[in-house]
């Protein structure tokens, strides 16, 4: 006698409409939480690890070795005539700071700041990586949020490298002395590392409109170099425009025009009006360029 197949146990079914019973039979699942994707340590870690963020970081410490070699090398006597902060770089190590402060702030920090800004969302796009993050899922928002505070950490962080390590390759070459200013006003060593460190922290908030006009030219291309070069561009074409005395009044709405107000730190009595026009300028255009950036970033089509 042949054996009758007995009917399998009753298994949900898979057509449409009650696939979900499958499910139920699972182990339960963790509720997605959006708001715990892409955590800022994941993300600082990742681009601290990238050749870009190592690079930046030690070219900028090694820019006060190259300038006090670059010093050691000149025969010049003592300044005669009018004085100028180049003259005055070897008076003491808050002058030899000042002088490196002021001779990367127009370009090289710039670079690094459009570096950072620009290259975090294009690099993803580029790496096709970016719908992969999207598809985690992490909320736009959140992802270019937790981005920028990562780039504005690093680019911060750069910032302060820079005349922390020229005060300290300063003072061992040149001695503790009073920073001298072009107009011969005098501040004590303590005084004036205060002031070298207040005038970098300008020059940070400042370039925030940088940091705004990179972040929105890197959501808007998988390009990373043309987002960067984009920012750079800008700004040296409003450098430009600031030196053509013709513009007259107009030069006072570009965003480079009180980039070098910080200078008014190195009198005894310091005058605020142009570095609060300089901070209200730069922030108001980084508020709408990274208006616009999350605006952007909120519609556009990710295909990469």
Avoid: C
Avoid at 144 to 165: D, H
Avoid at 272 to 299: C, D, E, I, N, P
Wanted: net charge neutral; charged share 15%.
């Amino acid at each position: 006698m042949k054996n009758v197949p007995t009917d399998p146990p009753d298994l949900p079914s898979t057509v449409r409409g009650t696939v979900g019973a499958l499910a139920d039979d699972g182990p339960p699942r963790a509720p997605h939480r959006p708001g715990r994707t892409l955590p800022l340590r994941v993300e600082l870690v990742r681009q601290l690890r990238r050749r870009r963020t190592q690079v930046a970081f030690g070219l900028t410490a090694l820019l006060p070795v190259v300038l006090w070699a670059a010093f050691s090398l000149t025969d010049d006597g003592p300044p005669t005539g009018s004085l100028n902060l180049v003259d005055l770089a070897m008076g003491s190590g808050t002058n030899f700071a000042t002088f490196a402060l002021f001779a990367s702030a127009s370009f090289l920090l710039v670079v690094v700041v459009a570096l950072f800004f620009g290259d975090t969302v294009a690099a993803e796009a580029s790496w096709s990586s970016l719908r992969y993050l999207l598809a985690a899922p992490i909320p736009r928002a959140r992802l270019l949020r937790q981005k920028a505070i990562v780039a504005g950490v690093l680019s911060t962080a750069v910032l302060l490298v820079l005349p922390v390590v020229s005060l300290v390759v300063g003072t061992l070459a040149y001695g503790g002395g009073d920073l001298v200013s072009p107009t011969g006003e005098s501040l004590d060593y303590w005084t004036a590392v205060g002031r070298v460190l207040l005038g970098a922290v300008y020059v940070a908030v400042q370039l925030s409109w940088v940091a705004a006009l990179a972040m929105l030219l890197s959501v808007s291309t998988d390009a990373p170099l043309g987002a960067v070069g984009g920012a750079v561009m800008a700004a040296i074409v409003s450098q430009i425009l600031n030196q053509i005395t013709a513009l007259e009044d107009l030069r006072d709405y570009l965003p480079t025009r009180y980039s070098t107000a910080w200078a008014d730190l190195l009198s005894f009595q310091v005058d605020w009006a142009g570095m609060t026009r300089g901070l209200f300028s730069s922030l108001t255009y980084a508020l709408v360029f990274g208006a616009a950036a999350v605006w952007r970033f909120q519609r556009k089509d990710i295909t990469s």
